[in-house]
């Protein structure tokens, strides 16, 4: 079972700031079937960008994902503020998925 | 709008059951495999259960695993989680999501939650 490690827990920053967001698994994966999901509280997880890098229709080009052998990561260029939200990595392999614990970003 | 809308959460006696339902509507439901998410109060999403569109394959989450079962009505746009021998730790808000095949089988659409409270 692979085990996806987001970090940081927690991310303080202030509008305008570049956010960078990890997801480490713990055994070599495929970027194929990694996704990344905003969430906010009492609203429905929003899908952002799957492929690891392919960003949803919808979803400003401020957000942008990549990887690196078992890394990934999620990076949100000038944060503004409906972007304040915890963020999640997913990853499929042989019809069971992973969710990493999340990193909220917050307001500094 | 593609939606799909949970219900059937509730407060339910340590050892009790429950069915949780999940409508899908303005796509076709029957082309899409389902998820079942959860999210106890504090903590992350914790993946649930997963079945493919004609409810030939279904798999779980060891926590899970022997006490729920996920089950479809693709005649009503739906999918179910048949829940027993619930236990504290699952008191949690759970989601249904659409699953994209196509898309590496990521969750595009998902569900506004249900809540289930597990306790005495």
């Known amino acids: 079972e692979i085990v996806l490690t987001q970090s940081p827990d927690t991310l303080s920053l202030s509008p305008g700031e570049r956010a960078t967001l990890s997801c480490r698994a713990d055994?070599?994966?495929?970027?194929?079937?990694l996704s990344w999901y905003q969430h906010k509280p009492g609203r429905a997880p929003r899908l952002l960008i799957y492929d690891a890098s392919i960003r949803v229709t919808g979803i400003p080009d401020r957000f942008s994902g990549s990887a690196t052998g078992t890394d990934f990561t999620l990076t949100i260029s000038r944060l503004e503020p409906e972007d304040f939200a915890v963020y999640y990595c997913q990853h499929y392999d042989s019809l069971r998925f992973a969710f990493g614990g999340g990193t909220k970003v917050e307001i500094k | 709008e593609v939606k799909l809308v949970e219900s059937g959460g509730g407060l339910v006696q340590p050892g009790g059951s429950l069915r949780l339902s999940c409508e899908g509507s303005?796509?076709?439901?029957?082309?899409?495999?389902m998820n079942w998410v959860r999210q106890a109060p504090g903590k992350g999403l914790e993946w649930v259960s997963y079945?493919?569109?004609?409810?030939?394959?279904?798999t779980y989450a060891e926590s899970v695993k022997g006490r729920f079962t996920v089950s479809r009505d693709n005649a009503k746009n739906s999918v179910y989680l048949h829940m027993n021998s619930l236990r504290a730790d699952d008191t949690a808000v759970y989601y249904c999501?659409?699953?994209?095949?196509?898309?590496?089988?990521?969750?595009?659409?998902w569900g506004q939650g249900s809540t289930v409270i597990v306790s005495s």
């Open positions: 303005d796509f076709k439901f029957s082309t899409y495999d």
């Open positions: 999501a659409r699953n994209v095949r196509a898309w590496n089988y990521c969750m595009d659409v």
């Open positions: 079945i493919t569109n004609s409810a030939g394959s279904t």
């Open positions: 055994q070599r994966v495929s970027s194929r079937y």
